[in-house]
């Protein structure tokens, strides 16, 4: 097994890890390197790195610091940083996670151990305007107190201007091209099942349609449901859009406005496996895969 060292006398060498740790560890070591996960493929990388890179220059300061604060006790230079860093491993251990940090194992655990779990968008740049946060970007000249704040409402701006956009595709489709869909598919099967009723007598009529009849009555089911979700998440997005104040507007865009996105999907779905393919006006999860 390889390994990497870390010239520290005191300090054990670390062994590579041969997995494809960096889709579940957020700081794992892929071999020469310790790796962070990485940003959205959407996302500009410069920002979280602005981020990395400011709380490592901190903490090496804050680490010098101290080592140099032991030296002058006369303690040994390497005696000094095996103690700090002795230190700074037990300090660190309830952020420490070997698992995968992307399932309900670590949320279960983080609970335990009493930290934090952001979950949204609007709460994680909200940290962005913390004392301790602003203090940092201005103690190492990266950023000033307004310029942090700045960024903070462009970020806000951006969520909101996102889910919005997003939201009026969806109501869009659903009501354009989903619901009209349905509705042909629906009327197509009711004028089968009056052809059905003429031509066959009552006893075998009922046998060979209670299948298409089970299909209209779900299809009428989702549509209505799915119009109603559309008209609910119109409210709260007109509701919203009067709020001026960004962070309160990103909130309700979060909490009263996205969560109807996968309340319209899982209906739309149940409508895409009964309408017929060659209606369908959009690609079907199985095509996507054979769509050049």
């Keep these: 097994m390889e390994e990497f060292s870390l010239n520290l006398p005191k300090i054990p060498e670390i062994f590579l890890d041969n997995t494809d740790r960096n889709r579940t560890s957020p700081f794992a070591?892929?071999?020469?390197?310790?790796?962070?996960?990485?940003?959205?493929?959407?996302?500009?990388c410069a920002k979280p790195m602005i981020a990395l890179n400011l709380a490592l220059a901190e903490q090496l300061?804050?680490?010098?610091?101290?080592?140099?604060?032991?030296?002058?006790?006369?303690?040994?230079?390497?005696?000094?940083?095996y103690k700090i860093l002795r230190r700074y491993i037990k300090e660190s251990k309830r952020i420490r996670f070997e698992g995968n940090s992307y399932g309900d194992e670590w949320i279960e655990e983080a609970a335990k151990r009493?930290?934090?779990?952001?979950?949204?968008?609007?709460e994680a740049l909200k940290i962005m305007t913390s004392e301790e946060v602003i203090q940092m970007f201005e103690e190492h000249d990266v950023l000033t107190r307004r310029e942090v704040l700045a960024r903070y409402e462009i970020d806000l701006e951006n969520?909101?201007?996102?889910?919005?956009?997003?939201?009026r595709i969806i109501g869009d489709l659903s009501h354009n091209h989903i619901i009209p869909t349905a509705i042909r598919y629906q009327n197509t099967l009711v004028e089968n099942v009056k052809g059905l009723k003429?031509?066959?007598?009552?006893?075998?009529?009922v046998k060979l349609s209670n299948s298409q009849m089970q299909n209209i009555k779900e299809i009428s089911e989702h549509i209505s449901i799915v119009r109603q979700l559309v008209a609910?998440?119109?409210?709260?997005?007109?509701?919203?859009?009067?709020?001026?104040?960004?962070?309160?507007?990103?909130?309700?865009?979060?909490?009263?406005?996205?969560?109807?996105?996968e309340k319209i999907r899982y209906h739309v779905?149940?409508?895409?496996?009964?309408?017929?393919?060659?209606l369908w006006p959009l690609p079907k999860y199985r095509e996507l895969l054979f769509i050049k």
């Design 269 to 278: 779905d149940k409508l895409e496996l009964l309408v017929d393919d060659e």
């Design 159 to 167: 969520y909101i201007k996102k889910i919005q956009i997003e939201s």
């Design 232 to 261: 609910d998440m119109i409210d709260k997005r007109k509701i919203a859009n009067k709020i001026e104040d960004s962070a309160e507007k990103a909130r309700l865009y979060n909490q009263e406005v996205l969560p109807f996105f």
């Design 29 to 44: 070591f892929t071999g020469n390197k310790f790796e962070f996960r990485a940003v959205g493929s959407s996302a500009n």
């Design 198 to 205: 003429e031509v066959l007598d009552i006893k075998t009529f």
């Design 61 to 81: 300061r804050v680490f010098r610091k101290e080592v140099d604060a032991q030296v002058e006790k006369s303690a040994n230079k390497e005696d000094a940083i």
């Design 114 to 122: 009493g930290l934090a779990n952001v979950a949204s968008t609007p």
